[in-house]
Structures are given as C-alpha cells and as structure tokens.
Nanobody, 127 residues
C-alpha cells in the first residue's frame, strides 16, 4: 500500500506563492489518483485538486481554479501542488491522499474516495 507524505508547507505573505510536495513510502503512486485536500480551523475538509496518475490528468476544485497547479513527476514518484496568489483564506492544513478513484467529479472531489492519507502540512497566509 501507499503512504503519502507531504512537505513544503509554511508561512507566506498574501499574494505570494508556495509549493507542496507529496511522495510515498512503500509502493509507488502508479495506478492511483492523488488528491489534495485542505482543512481550516472549524471548517470541513475541502477538496483542492486531484490528478489521475495513469493518464496524468488533473482535476481542479474551486479553490484551485486559476491559482493552483497540480502536477506529477513519475520518475520521482511525487505529486506537486503549486499555489500562486495566495490569500489569507487559503490558510489550512493541506493533506495529500491516494485512492482507486472513479472518474466522476463527485468521486474525485469526495474525501471518502481516498483510502490513504498523509499527516498534513500547515500553510499559513499572513502578513
């Protein structure tokens, strides 16, 4: 099984950029869909973006559209989430997850579709 491990969180000023990485110990991500979710204090976990490894096809949720980019590097067995023009409301713990997920939007965006989760990395957008 896969075990996602996130890295790259931190403090960034509004309008800045930050990149997150997700890799795995154990087996590779090959065949899985990798998703990024986030959870702000007092709020429910929210879908950000996902990428289907076998066809290298991204799917962006509302927070990601126009500002975030999800990409994979198969050679490094890593998925990246590059975030631009960050806002204070992007402050959250960002989680990487992997699963055997169907292709519908509902399945891609549901955290119930993902079986394996990382511990999360904190992103704080503040001046």
């Amino acid at each position: 099984q896969v075990q996602p491990v996130e890295s790259g969180g931190g403090l960034v000023q509004p309008g800045g950029s930050l990149g997150l990485s997700c890799t795995t110990s154990g087996r590779t991500f090959s065949g899985y869909t990798i998703g990024w979710f986030r959870q702000a204090p007092g709020k429910e976990r929210e879908f950000v973006a996902a990428i289907r490894w076998y066809i290298n096809s991204p799917w962006n949720g509302e927070p990601a559209r126009g500002r975030f980019t999800i990409a994979l590097d198969a050679a490094r067995n890593t998925v990246y989430l590059q975030m631009y023009r960050l806002k204070p409301e992007d402050t959250a713990v960002y989680f990487c997850a992997a699963g055997l997920v169907g292709d519908s939007a509902q399945e891609l965006e549901s955290d119930r579709s993902y079986s394996y989760w990382g511990q999360g990395t904190q992103v704080t957008v503040s001046s």
